[in-house]
């Protein structure tokens, strides 16, 4: 049976290695903020970019695509409002 040293190291090792990621995942300089104005309630894309600041339109979508691609948020398209 192993020693409760070992076994609190190995769940410090794995706490730290999701620390990691966490930390990875949400670096950069727009992500906490993008994140923070999503938490208000739903926006749209040019909302967002108002709402979050001085971000050019690429960016913030390259930032989405990350946040969406590591499950951190969802894109849902609103058909009301898609004119053809």
Request: with cysteine; net charge positive.
């Amino acid at each position: 049976m192993p020693d409760k040293i070992s076994l609190h190291s190995e769940v410090c090792s794995k706490n730290m290695l999701a620390l990691r990621d966490t930390l990875n995942i949400m670096n950069g300089k727009w992500k906490m903020a993008i994140m923070f104005s999503l938490t208000e309630e739903k926006k749209r894309f040019k909302e967002l970019q108002r709402h979050v600041g001085k971000i050019t339109g690429k960016m913030l979508s390259q930032e989405l695509k990350e946040l969406e691609l590591n499950e951190l948020i969802r894109r849902t398209l609103d058909f009301d409002t898609i004119s053809t």
